[in-house]
């Protein structure tokens, strides 16, 4: 299960290739594809940590696949985020308000703000509580979003 992403990681690159930096970023093994950024390889390292536990028969944390979200989401690519995400809910690990959180901060990062409100509302009806940090993210998001319709002026 956890090979599919990690091969899904390895075609996708850094999320650099319109910089036409891909290749080089790719070399570097970085999720960023800056190798003085601190996450550099943070995603590839992680996704390869799954991949030997899944050999290994050990199941990973929630913990641990928050922290991978969070790599990507920090590293611009959100979908990998999202398919950590969707993982999580198909191996029957309940996502908590720090998954929900970090997914909604990978959304801010790529500027996909009408994304936000959606994963909100899924933690509410998950039953999560949303915490101050999350409320933060969603009234950011909610405000991006109205500037981008030109109802606020900055």
Not at 57 to 81: S, T
Not at 96 to 101: F, G, L, Q, W
């Amino acid at each position: 299960m956890w090979s599919e992403l990690y091969h899904m990681s390895a075609r996708s690159g850094s999320g650099a290739e319109g910089s036409g930096r891909g290749h080089e970023a790719q070399a570097a093994g970085g999720c960023t594809g800056r190798e003085s950024e601190p996450q550099g390889g943070s995603c590839e390292q992680t996704i390869e940590v799954l991949r030997l536990m899944e050999e290994e028969g050990i199941e990973p944390n929630l913990i641990m696949l928050n922290l991978l979200i969070n790599a990507f989401g920090i590293a611009g690519r959100y979908k990998e985020a999202v398919a950590i995400f969707e993982q999580i809910k198909e191996t029957g690990i309940s996502p908590d308000v720090i998954t929900y959180t970090t997914l909604m901060k990978a959304f801010i990062r790529a500027r996909k703000y009408d994304q936000v409100p959606i994963i909100y509302k899924q933690m509410e009806f998950a039953g999560c509580t949303p915490d101050r940090k999350a409320r933060e993210i969603l009234q950011n998001a909610l405000i991006a979003l109205e500037q981008r319709r030109g109802r606020i002026v900055s």
